[in-house]
DNA sequence: ATGGTCGCGCAGCGA
């Protein structure tokens, strides 16, 4: 399968994503969650995929390299993988119990030279495209990583302007390392000047948004209060001290079937020797 | 306590 031929054209029915809604209703669940180690969070991802049954699994910060990705653990859960690993930093994954065509790692399709870093995934499940996407962070506003950051959002949202339309069922699931509005923290003066809220950073995933997405867990709670990371220090996690940066974003015909989106904040309890990764799962419900 | 926590990989970086 060519990866660089938009989904839709492959000629298959099922795969025609104008014939989203024609489809026979049925739950689908997908999820993002960035488990900072794939092979600390092993038993966790397991626990998650037998407990939650999600059709998409997206994940990030993998820190793992291809070889060393838990692929028997996950497959004795039922589940299949598409990995784009990269040892110690970045790596994600999409996993679903469904099959998972058309796979393409990184931007690829000539929209821009390739990227170093494994921070892009995608693939079709069910009829869905699924982007599992770990955005950089940026470190400090005005920063070398910064503008890596800025440029490579502007990437994305070319290979999103080249390769798909808005009418096709298009997920983009992931740590977006953007909070959108001051909704999205708790202490949002705290974090104004940080990467994660600065108006740079918010205007570029504005402009990804308004290619053709709906903000799904915004949709379901529009008075926010709603956090996916907490830092691993200050206490943040007991004080609340959270910020929502993770996301699922999909194209209006997919959007139009969301039901529920909601934080599995039990994810990120527990004590050290439990190991919760610092952020927790978002989940959106659709019927499709 | 003048930092604070993780994970990687084995010093110091990135988040």
Redesign the pocket.
């Known amino acids: 399968m060519d990866p660089l031929v938009p989904v839709g054209a492959t000629g298959h029915p099922c795969l025609d994503p104008h014939r989203v809604s024609q489809l026979a209703p049925m739950g689908m669940k997908i999820a993002t969650w960035n488990v900072?180690?794939v092979?600390?969070r092993e038993a966790r991802v397991v626990g998650w995929l037998r407990e939650h049954a999600p059709d998409a699994l997206c994940l990030q910060e993998l820190?793992?390299a291809d070889e060393a990705y838990p692929d028997d653990a996950i497959r004795e859960a039922g589940c299949e993988s598409a990995v784009f690993g990269q040892?110690?930093?970045n790596g994600v994954a999409l996993i679903s119990p469904h099959p998972i065509s058309d796979v393409a790692r990184g931007f690829g399709g000539g929209v821009a030279d390739s990227d170093p870093q494994a921070r892009l995934i995608r693939g079709v499940v069910r009829g869905v495209t699924v982007f599992s996407a770990y955005f950089?962070?940026g470190?400090t506003v005005g920063s070398e990583?910064h503008g890596y950051k800025l440029a490579w959002m502007g990437r994305l949202l070319e290979l999103l302007e080249t390769r798909f339309d808005p009418r096709d069922p298009v997920v983009l699931a992931g740590d977006f390392?953007v909070a959108l509005d001051d909704r999205d923290a708790e202490n949002p003066e705290q974090w104004a000047s940080s990467v994660l809220c600065d108006p740079a950073t918010r205007e570029a995933l504005e402009r990804i948004r308004e290619w053709g997405f709906v903000d799904v867990v915004r949709k379901h709670n529009p008075e926010g209060k709603l956090y996916s990371w907490w830092?691993?220090?200050?206490l943040a996690f007991p004080r609340n001290d959270g910020l929502r940066i993770d996301h699922v974003f999909a194209t209006v015909p997919v959007a139009e079937a969301s039901t529920a989106a909601w934080v599995d904040r039990n994810q990120r309890k527990g004590k050290?020797t439990d190991?919760p990764s610092d952020h927790a799962p978002v989940v959106a419900e659709f019927d499709l």
Do not use: G, I
């Open positions: 900072n180690s092979k600390v820190k793992t040892r110690t930093y950089p962070n470190r990583s390392n830092d691993y220090r200050r050290k190991k």
